[in-house]
Each structure stands twice: as C-alpha cells, then as structure tokens.
C-alpha cells in the first residue's frame, strides 16, 4: 500500500536547520519553503524523487514545470550534454547550438521569428517589457491579476484593476509600479475600457495565455481574440509570457498554436533549457532587432545562449519532436482528470478540477462564474460538453476564495505521506512528465480519494 503515515524525514528536518542559519528561509526561491519543513531531495528516477531519507515520492511538480521528460534525461540528452561539457561549459562567443535552438523555436512557435536567449523566465519578461517599452516610446505595461511574471520589478504589483498599481514588494519605488496597470483575466469589457481610454500610453499587454500561477484559469473563448485586437488597434504589443505553457500546452507550437492567437512577442524558458537555466523573448523580428547590437534597448548576459542550458533544450525539444511525448502526457492529463473529477463528485462536491494537457490541480472551491457566457477555449477534456465547465474559474477572484489551509493539509501530510509528491499551495500548477504511467495516475488517484 502507498500509504505510509509519519514517513521518516529526519535527515531533512536536520538539513532544514543546518539551512535555515545560512539561507534566508532555508531555501533559495521562497515557494521551497512548505510548512512544516521541506524535504530535501537526494535524487530523481524517472517520475519520481526521492528524499534525504530515502521516502519515494511520485512527483508533480517536475522542478516547477521545466522537466518535460522526467528525471532521466533520454540517452541521447544526456549524451549531447555530457559531450557539451567535455568540450567546456562555455565560451563568451558564439556557438552551434545557439543557432539550432533558434531555428528550432522560429520553425515551431508561430509569433517567433527571430529570439534572443536569456538566463530565466524572469529575465526574459524583463526583457521583453523593456523591449515593449522601447519599440513602442511608451512607458505603460498592462499585466492580468494573478499572473505571475517572475522576480522582476515591474510585474510585481498588486492593485485595482484599471488603475496604477503599488509594489507588492518591499523593495520596488512606488514610481515603477504606477507604470503597470492590471486587469481581470477573461474581462473582455475592461480591456475595452482601458483601451478606449488610455490605449495610446500602453506599451504592451503581457499575459499568461493560461493563468499557470493561478491554479491553472484557461481563457473564454474570445478573450485572447479581444487582447490581440485592442493591441493591434492602438499600436501596443501583445506579449504571450510562455514560461510555463511554452513547449508543454499546445506541444511544439505552444498555446498561441492551440489557441489560434499570434502575439507579438512571446517569452520562453523551462522546457526549452531541458531542466537548466534559461529564457528567450521571441517575436516579430521587426521587434526583436530594436535589441542591441542592432538597435536601441540594451540587453545582454554573460550567460546568455549558454551552450550547456541549450543542448539539453535543443535536445529535449527534438525528443518531443520525435517521440509520443506529448501525446503520452496530455492522455495521462486526462485520465487524471477525470478520475479526479469523478472523485470529487463523491467525495468533494464543492471542489473542481482545472487544467488542460499536462497541467492539472484541484481546486478547493466551486464557487466559479456559474453563469459565465461563451466556451472554455481550453478544452481541458476531451468531452466538448466538459462537465467542470460551470464551475472553471475565469479570473484571479475565483480561485481566491478557495480553502487555501485546506488544500495545504492535502499537500502535506494527507498526499505527500501516501507518496505523491504536489506543488506546495493552491496556486502553483503542477506538471505530468513524458516518464510517468497509467500506473502513476492510478497510484496517484487512489491517494487523492484517501485524502480528501
Ligand atoms: N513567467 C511565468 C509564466 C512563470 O511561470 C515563471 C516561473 N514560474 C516566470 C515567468 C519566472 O521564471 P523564472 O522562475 O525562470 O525566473
């Protein structure tokens, strides 16, 4: 039996302390930081971690969304990286591979002509904002409530909608989050209104085109169509953050192919280093060129393009190409689904299942928009008359009134000590891998009915 209450964490416990008085919280990105105490991990196999002191888990949360494939790099990743790091890790001058991984995006991802390689999801937003702000001459950015564009200064902002925002950081001048104006996700009418009223001071709308940081919201039908006009109309450019969806919703052409929407610029990172740091901004190379060396907006990285993060992106990337990955993981994605749908109704009828593709995670309210017009353009199941549909959250507000305490005593100890490893709060995503099985899912569903 998976179940196996007060597993053994001691050595973690130990490693946490030993942290704790020389990292700030223990951890070196704050989401680590799970209550009551992190494990430590002493190795991945395949779906799996396993901790300091030897417990298994089947893990969700896949480094937080990069790891495509799994722990086990294929063979012929790891051989390409470890033949990359035989000759060096890098050079500060140009390489192969940088070459390849571009021609690789441009081919596949629609908006992408032409891409600059970057360090981390949060650079590239960076980036690509100071981009927006320069192509442009203007100054204003419009991001959604509950998207998350990395550690970066002008993302970090909280507010009312339509209005300019404050940081919801210490640490940020008030004068840079007066730039950022934010919106309700699937608001068509705010958008509008914003446009009409100040569409000529805004730079670029940057969004999600899945709200990966707010459990997993997918757009209306129509609403990424509204975003993709109103830019055009008023000459502001429509940024598509692909941090997490990039190469995992929607496969090789990311979820501006699967929802039928070319943005202007579109940011990259996770699955495209194959587990190592990395970020692009791609777009329109019109665009794209305003970046020095040819033009005007400074951007540059002593390790950008690095040949170490690339060959295992390039090589991930023409695995998926090659292999059922995706295939493999959106039919596990929806047998999970359903289980979990049909598990609730049983046991949890207040709750819900949001995702599509590889992204899943329940939600424990069901308070959504129940008369919301207009379709999910997700398709989370593969039913058109998706079940779950009424009660998708459309917005930031409905997956707030969840019971986010609730969800953390399922994440631990009511999951993690039956052996499946989720993402630590209600709002992180979690991710199935090109390694987990039918066997997994069922192992996995097994639990949840136990938990909840
Ligand atoms: N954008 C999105 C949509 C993300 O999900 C993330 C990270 N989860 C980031 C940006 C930031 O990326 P990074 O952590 O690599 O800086």
């Avoid at 940088?98 to 960076?126: C, D, K, Q, W, Y």
């Avoid at 699937?186 to 209104?193: L, P």
């Avoid at 047998?335 to 939600?363: C, H, N, W």
């Avoid at 192992?443 to 949840?448: D, F, K, R």
Wanted: with cysteine.
């Amino acid at each position: 039996s998976p179940n196996r209450p007060n597993m053994n964490r001691e050595r973690s416990r130990n490693l946490y302390d030993r942290a704790l008085s020389v990292t700030p919280g223990g951890v070196n990105s704050p989401v680590r930081a799970v209550r009551p105490y992190p494990f430590f991990v002493e190795r991945g196999d395949g779906a799996h971690v396993i901790d300091a002191d030897g417990n298994k888990y089947i893990d969700y949360v896949m480094g937080y969304g990069p790891l495509l494939l799994g722990h086990d790099l294929p063979q012929p990743v790891q051989s390409a990286v470890q033949s990359q790091l035989a000759d060096g890790p890098m050079y500060g001058a140009p390489t192969e591979v940088e070459v390849e991984l571009a021609e690789f995006v441009t081919r596949h991802v629609p908006s992408v002509e032409m891409i600059r390689f970057v360090n981390s999801g949060t650079e590239a937003t960076s980036s690509a904002v100071r981009l927006a702000r320069g192509y442009t001459g203007r100054d204003k950015i419009v991001v959604m409530q509950g998207s998350y564009h990395g550690a970066q200064e002008s993302t970090l902002v909280q507010g009312t909608a339509g209005m300019a925002s404050e940081p919801s950081s210490n640490g940020i001048p008030p004068a840079f989050a007066e730039e950022t104006i934010t919106l309700p996700f699937n608001d068509a009418d705010a958008a509008r209104e914003l446009f009409e009223e100040r569409g000529d001071e805004i730079a670029c709308v940057l969004t999600e085109p899945i709200l990966g940081n707010c459990a997993s919201v997918p757009p209306v039908d129509g609403y990424l169509e509204t975003l993709r006009e109103l830019t055009e109309d008023h000459g502001s450019l429509l940024i598509f953050d692909e941090v997490m969806t990039g190469f995992r919703i929607g496969g090789l052409q990311c979820a501006q192919g699967k929802f039928g929407i070319t943005p202007d610029l579109t940011t990259l990172a996770k699955v495209i280093g194959g587990g190592f740091p990395v970020g692009a901004i791609g777009g329109r190379a019109d665009i794209i060129e305003q970046f020095a060396p040819t033009g005007d907006v400074f951007q540059a990285g002593t390790y950008s393009g690095h040949p170490l993060s690339l060959t295992a992106g390039l090589e991930t990337l023409r695995y998926a190409a090659k292999n059922d990955v995706y295939d493999h993981v959106r039919s596990l994605g929806d047998q999970l689904r359903a289980g979990l749908t049909d598990i609730l109704e049983d046991r949890a009828p207040e709750y819900t299942v949001v995702g599509t593709d590889s992204m899943f995670k329940v939600i424990f309210t069901r308070d959504g928009p129940r008369d919301l017009e207009g379709q999910c353009a997700a398709g989370c199941s593969q039913d058109p008359d998706c079940p779950r549909f009424e009660y998708c959250p459309k917005d930031k507000g409905d997956v707030n009134r969840a019971e986010t305490e609730r969800w953390e005593r399922l994440f631990w100890p009511a999951m993690l000590d039956q052996g499946v490893f989720l993402t630590a709060n209600q709002f992180e995503s979690q991710f199935i891998s090109y390694a987990h099985t039918e066997e997994d899912i069922e192992q996995t569903l097994e639990a949840y009915k136990d938990a909840l």
